[in-house]
């Protein structure tokens, strides 16, 4: 027999050799991932439907039709959902690597699925407006293969997908339903003070020069390695070690996932030089997205007030590379108000998770089996919200819950009435704050401006397309899987080795105390890596906030350091008044317009303010009795609930009085339309009569009915 050290050192010889063998299996993947013509993770099988290179002017974009798995069969019915890969340093397919995935989630609820990726190499000049033009063309392609569908595509954009195709929606509303945006930079300036510190990066770098170089470097090409590695120092804990560890300490079963991820993680593509400078430049470094002051070429403001499909903001406490403050600061850049946001006709719905990591948000399957399900399988009561501000809360079903048939999966999705102060609660900036990184921006720009004219001529004489190729090929993020696939002569022995070992493998027992001592090591590690990460953390905040802080600096590049007025000034529109004095008055005079449907609506409306929330089991019911009547379209039910619900929001007393005049006579038809509103009001448990506004409406629909014992009193 051996002793528990025996055990523990036998057991961590042949963790080791196992360990050793699928770090060799990854660097094998590693370069074999490499070789394939469009290299990408997605776990379905799938059919290109356009290639973005055949476009004018081309881009390195493709369209792809997911094929869904065995024994789901997407309803045609159905509008179809558009996830767009983000390209940060990453290759595409990451919303599809698994079952339990954004796209798993739409094919569960029925829903056809394609995907917007693209190749590792972009074309000659192409540039961040190209890849728009391409994508628009895209949903063009996959509204006209879906003529029949119910709604516009729902849009996923994942990470830096996220303001892209917020970008292009400003541009080309017409062609998106929803849009869900996960893990977005929106408003890359927002943040709070002692958090996630990654927004102070360029403002300690000197501004965006530093990437020029890099593209220069790379001979027109930036390497999108060098955007994973800023990634991996954000937590460094888990880049030197919880991620390594984690697979040795879990060796028999964690190397089927690890080397999943890591296929992902490892495809390193670029981008054009350009393409980069204009995202740190634009819209990081600059934030001119969330100033609603981003321009075209062709001088076309992208303004995301003139997005007129829904937009669900998906963000995480637990994000720290794009924190809730980044992901939906820009609704407070924008506007003043939720009746500001009405007047555009936007509908916001955000969703804050407790814990969620950046890449949680987009690939954790316990995420996409809640969050992801529930946004997917509610997306059209989230098409049909009136123009407002809400929050998607989660409720989980228990055995009391009220119709809980109503409700898909294991939790009822609502979606609440919230205000901007339920934004700004979140913490952000002060106008001293504002003031640093307004002055952080003007310095980039002159850094950059010197670059460009006295450094940027000598690095490009001076590198070469061979030379670029060296420097990406020894980039450290590459060479660490090189190192160990079997390109390395050292490693020609682990496969053996690890196929003995596993054979005749026996792992080592839980109670060998060993193992704890081996973890408390662990714990340490981590322990001491975290520290080390808050410190400079620490230390990064303090410095930005002091130099960028200095009076002396702000005048130098014209940053008023008294000012109290807004830094970024929100254009206003006069052509936008305009155009809502007209729908005001169209809508005032189309008050008294319209039969029993509409008068149901506006009824249902206004008594359901009571609660400030819209609950899906109440939606379902809705859907449920419109289809077995044969009802109106979904477009067309929407815009029917947005105009009841801005004509009660123009003029309520109006609205309501209207109501009378549009009910038909018979009395039996106008009590079937208010059964139907209580209905679908009481399907959330709430007894009708604690409910004054229903009152009001009953007495609208059926007049002195209850005092006269028309209709019996509700139990």
């Not at 059209?380 to 999966?409: C, M």
Request: hydrophobic share 40%; glycine share 8%.
């Amino acid at each position: 027999m051996h002793g528990p050290a025996i055990d523990y050192m036998v057991d961590c010889a042949q963790r080791s050799i196992l360990f050793l063998d699928v770090m060799r299996q990854r660097g094998n993947q590693y370069r074999e991932h490499l070789k394939e013509a469009v290299p990408n993770v997605l776990d379905y099988k799938a059919e290109l439907v356009l290639d973005g290179r055949t476009l004018d002017p081309p881009t390195n974009y493709v369209l792809a039709k997911v094929l869904p798995p065995e024994g789901i069969e997407p309803d045609p019915q159905r509008r179809p959902f558009v996830v767009v890969d983000p390209r940060a340093g990453h290759g595409p397919g990451i919303a599809g690597f698994k079952a339990d995935s954004e796209i798993g989630a739409a094919f569960q609820a029925g829903h056809p699925c394609y995907v917007i990726g693209f190749l590792p190499d972009p074309e000659p000049g192409q540039t961040i407006q190209d890849i728009a033009r391409a994508e628009a063309v895209f949903l063009e392609k996959v509204i006209a293969l879906h003529p029949g569908a119910d709604g516009k595509p729902c849009v996923i954009g994942n990470c830096q997908a996220g303001w892209a195709v917020m970008m292009l929606a400003a541009l080309r509303s017409e062609l998106f339903g929803p849009i869900i945006a996960a893990g977005a930079p929106l408003s890359y300036w927002a943040g709070k003070r002692g958090q996630y510190p990654m927004r102070y990066t360029g403002g300690l770098t000197g501004g965006s020069w530093i990437t020029a170089l890099l593209g220069d470097l790379g001979a027109g090409k930036f390497d999108g390695a060098w955007l994973v590695q800023n990634f991996e120092s954000q937590n460094p804990s888990n880049t030197l070690w919880s991620k390594q560890y984690n697979l040795y300490s879990n060796i028999d079963t964690e190397p089927q996932r690890y080397l999943q991820f890591e296929k992902w993680w490892g495809g390193h593509v670029f981008l054009n030089s350009g393409e980069i400078e204009f995202i740190v430049e634009k819209l990081f470094v600059g934030n001119h997205l969330a100033a609603g002051d981003l321009r075209t070429t062709s001088g076309e403001v992208v303004d995301l007030r003139n997005i007129r499909s829904p937009i669900v903001i998906f963000c995480s406490e637990g994000d720290n590379i794009t924190p809730p403050q980044q992901a939906l600061g820009w609704i407070t850049d924008l506007y003043q108000s939720v009746d500001e946001i009405r007047s555009y006709g936007q509908t916001i719905v955000y969703s804050v998770h407790e814990t969620a990591g950046h890449l949680g948000l987009f690939v954790s399957g316990s995420v996409a089996r809640k969050e992801h399900g529930k946004f997917t399988s509610n997306i059209d009561l989230i098409d049909t919200l009136p123009p407002g501000l809400y929050e998607a809360v989660f409720e989980e079903k228990r055995s009391d819950t009220a119709n809980a048939d109503l409700a898909t999966r294991k939790w009822i999705m609502k979606c609440e009435a919230r205000t901007l102060d339920d934004i700004r609660a979140l913490g952000g900036n002060s106008l001293a704050d504002e003031r640093r990184f307004a002055t952080a921006a003007r310095v980039s720009e002159i850094n950059l401006a010197l670059y460009r004219t006295f450094v940027r001529p000598f690095v490009s004489a001076c590198v070469t397309s061979k030379t670029a190729d060296w420097l990406h090929r020894i980039h450290p993020l590459r060479l660490q899987y090189e190192a160990f696939s079997d390109a390395n002569p050292a490693m020609a022995p682990m496969a053996e080795a690890a196929g003995h070992i596993r054979a005749n493998r026996k792992p080592l027992l839980a109670a060998n105390p060993f193992l704890a001592m081996q973890e408390a090591f662990s714990k340490q590690i981590v322990f001491l890596l975290d520290g080390w990460r808050d410190m400079t953390e620490a230390v990064a905040e303090q410095t930005f906030l002091a130099i960028y802080g200095q009076p002396a600096l702000q005048v130098a590049v014209g940053i008023d350091p008294h000012g109290s007025a807004r830094l970024r000034p929100v254009p206003t529109s006069p052509l936008h008044q305009e155009l809502l004095k007209h729908k005001i008055a169209e809508l005032r005079r189309r008050m008294s317009a319209g039969g029993l449907p509409e008068a149901t609506i506006r009824g249902l409306l206004y008594a359901g303010m009571t609660y400030a929330a819209v609950d899906e089991r109440g939606f379902e019911l809705m859907r449920r009795l419109r289809v077995a009547h044969g009802g109106m379209p979904l477009a067309d039910f929407k815009s029917m609930v947005r105009d009841q619900s801005n004509m009660l929001l123009i003029d309520q007393k109006a609205a309501l009085d209207a109501i009378a005049g549009m009910l038909p006579p018979d009395f039996e038809t106008r009590r079937k339309a208010f059964d139907l509103i209580q209905q679908i009001l009481e399907v959330r448990g709430v007894r009708a009569e604690e409910n004054q506004k229903l009152r009001e409406v009953e007495v609208l629909f059926l007049g002195s009915s209850r005092q006269e014992g028309i209709i019996a009193q509700t139990a």
